[in-house]
């Protein structure tokens, strides 16, 4: 069973970057049935879809997001990340890494989430 | 992009009940929608994907319907373990996007 876990700095200052990244053990990414991508979710609210990422590169980005947004795969560390620039308190949530499907996207695997406080 | 309008927002209800779940979508998706079931602290998991396709080892007193632009996921006979928010999400095309969330509390 695949497991993913998210590590990454747990507080960023305003205007800088964030990055996180996740680990991926009891599989790989470089699974030709599926994505690699991350949500975040204010503390008491919604989800919200960040991006997908495929082992070949191939990226899907939230357009809201998508000008301070990267999201990149290392196959050879079977990890992919996030990275946001420019960040405000506005990206103050807990992101989840997560897995879904290339043919069917439900989303079946998810990190356990990490908070990530954007504040000076 | 799609908007998801999920209703109600909070549901009050007893164990035993059947309860319903409605997303509207704000345009045509077809049959490309997911539920998801989170619990306080957890991340979500996946209870029904493709509108009415029950994932594996969950319940069958869970049930999706619905295609074009609405959608219901139904609880039979409520349990315990089944207060949670629910979240209906799209993947009709990329830019995914979820419902506000539903609370189904004890009455």
């Known amino acids: 069973q695949v497991q993913l876990q998210e590590s990454g700095p747990r507080f960023v200052k305003p205007s800088q970057t964030l990055s996180l990244t996740c680990s991926v053990s009891g599989g790989s990414v470089m699974s030709e049935s599926y994505y690699w991508g991350w949500i975040r979710q204010p503390p008491g609210k919604g989800l919200e879809w960040i991006g997908s990422?495929?082992?070949?590169?191939?990226?899907y980005y939230n357009p809201s997001l998508k000008s301070r947004l990267t999201i990149s795969v290392d196959t050879s560390k079977n990890q992919f990340s996030l990275r946001l620039t420019s960040v405000t308190a506005a990206d103050t949530t807990v992101y989840y890494c997560?897995?879904?499907?290339?043919?069917?996207?439900?989303?079946?695997?998810w990190g356990l989430g990490t908070l990530v406080t954007v504040s000076s | 992009d799609i908007q998801m309008t999920q209703s109600p927002s909070t549901l009050s209800a007893s164990v035993g009940d059947r309860i319903s779940i409605t997303c509207r979508a704000s345009?045509?998706?077809?049959?490309?929608v997911a539920w998801y079931q989170q619990k306080p602290g957890k991340a979500p998991k996946i209870v029904i994907s493709d509108a009415s396709n029950l994932e594996r080892g969950v319940p069958s007193r869970f049930s999706g319907s619905g295609s074009g632009r609405e959608f219901t996921l139904t609880i039979n006979s409520l349990q315990p373990d089944d207060f949670a928010t629910y979240y209906c999400?799209?993947?009709?095309?990329?830019?995914?996007?979820f419902g506000q969330g539903t609370k189904v509390e004890v009455k």
């Open positions: 997560m897995r879904h499907g290339k043919y069917t996207p439900g989303i079946d695997s």
């Open positions: 990422i495929y082992y070949s590169g191939t990226t």
């Open positions: 345009q045509s998706i077809d049959r490309w």
């Open positions: 999400q799209q993947y009709n095309s990329y830019f995914w996007t």
